[in-house]
Nanobody, 124 residues
Framework: VQLQASGGGLVQVGGSLRLSCAAS????????MGWFRQAPGKEREFVAG???????SYSDSVKGRFIISRDFAKNTVSLQMGRLNPEDTAVYYC???????????????????WGQGTQVTVSS
């Protein structure tokens, strides 16, 4: 079972990036999927989550700028990031948690699987 995050890179302030997380080894259709990030010297923080039924939630810092989505056929989850700023610089991780979870629970559930992370750097 593996989650593979990709799509990170270097982008200028105000730019956009799209991260993808490909799940392999099992069907993640019955899982909630989340994106987290960790900046240097800071704790990992929740960014966005999506349930198997399509419920979503975002941290206040990215609400209105990021969009999480999933493709059940491809077993992937994506994070479209817009209006990026230097505070978005971090390693971004995807995670999966089996079961039915309400959107307000996404930040704090004990995720079963984690991807390896992809670096996002926003330059000013």
């Amino acid at each position: 079972v593996q989650l593979q995050a990709s799509g990170g890179g270097l982008v200028q302030v105000g730019g956009s990036l799209r991260l993808s997380c490909a799940a392999s080894g099992r069907d993640f259709g019955g899982h909630a999927m989340g994106w987290f990030r960790q900046a240097p010297g800071k704790e990992r923080e929740f960014v966005a989550g999506i349930s198997w039924s399509g419920g979503v939630s975002y941290s206040d810092s990215v609400k209105g700028r990021f969009i999480i989505s999933r493709d059940f056929a491809k077993n992937t989850v994506s994070l479209q990031m817009g209006r990026l700023n230097p505070e978005d610089t971090a390693v971004y991780y995807c995670a999966a948690k089996q079961g039915t979870w309400r959107s307000y629970e996404f930040p704090n559930v004990d995720y079963d699987y984690w991807g390896q992370g992809t670096q996002v750097t926003v330059s000013s």
